[in-house]
């Protein structure tokens, strides 16, 4: 029979919650960034100042030249919206599990952590288009993926079995957790997409406004 001691020295250990809470600010400032960054690609005149400010401006920016290459986008969804859209969704992850117990917040730090080395994956995917195809640097870009590979280090999981993943769900707390965030990922993603096409549409707008709309027909006699 187990004494009170020898199960305390089998239980497993918890995600520290200040570990979590970190990752989850990280990817608040990320999404900050990639909505910034998004903001600029559709043009948007106080997104545009700003980042000009970081990256510089016009010919001298490299943010810039990378939001107009052809690059920027997949599939007509320019890449800062999947940005924005992941570091928000595993925000309000870590932010729920942190909440729901040691349980949870294990199995959330498994899941970040996994999703964290696929978007890095990814990023120097994109640090190699930048280098090879576009040559140039967007700086804020670079920032987002710095701040990827610190989340990575800050959310390495305790246990890296999906076991734990099982676990996370097995308590109410837990359950509650992961199903918050599924339905708000489902909303991220919405959102994202609808200000996307709302912003690809005043655009097009500005770019018209700027040319010239068709001439009025002549006043009836």
């Known amino acids: 029979m187990s004494t009170p001691s020898s199960e305390a020295v089998i239980a497993p250990a918890a995600a520290p919650r200040w570990r979590v809470a970190a990752c989850a600010l990280l990817m608040i400032v990320n999404a900050l960034v990639s909505g910034l960054l998004l903001l600029q690609h559709h043009r948007v005149g106080a997104a545009v100042t700003a980042v000009g400010q ?3 401006e016009g010919a001298q920016s490299g943010c810039e030249t990378v939001a107009q290459s052809p ?3 997949v599939r007509g969804i320019p890449i800062a919206a999947f940005g924005l859209a992941f570091s928000s ?3 309000v992850l870590l932010l729920l599990a942190a909440a729901a117990g040691p ?3 294990t199995a959330a730090a ?3 952590f996994v999703s964290l080395l696929v978007a890095l994956a990814i990023d120097l995917v994109l640090l ?5 195809a576009i040559k140039a640097f967007c700086k804020l870009c670079l920032l987002t993926y710095a701040i990827n590979a610190l989340a ?3 959310v390495r999981p305790v246990h890296r079995r999906l076991v734990v993943v099982r676990n996370g769900l097995g308590a109410p707390a837990g359950r509650a957790a992961f199903a918050g965030w599924v339905v708000a990922s489902l909303a991220i993603v919405a959102a994202v997409v609808a200000g996307s096409v709302a912003l690809r549409y005043r655009e097009r707008l500005h770019a018209t406004s700027i040319l010239g709309l068709p001439a ?3 006043p009836l006699p």
């Open 152 to 154: 990575v280090v800050l």
């Open 54 to 56: 970081v990256c510089g």
């Open 128 to 132: 190699g288009v930048q280098l090879f």
């Open 216 to 218: 009025a027909p002549p």
């Open 110 to 112: 498994l899941v970040a």
């Open 89 to 91: 969704s595993l925000a």
């Open 71 to 73: 690059y920027a986008e």
């Open 103 to 105: 349980e949870a917040r």
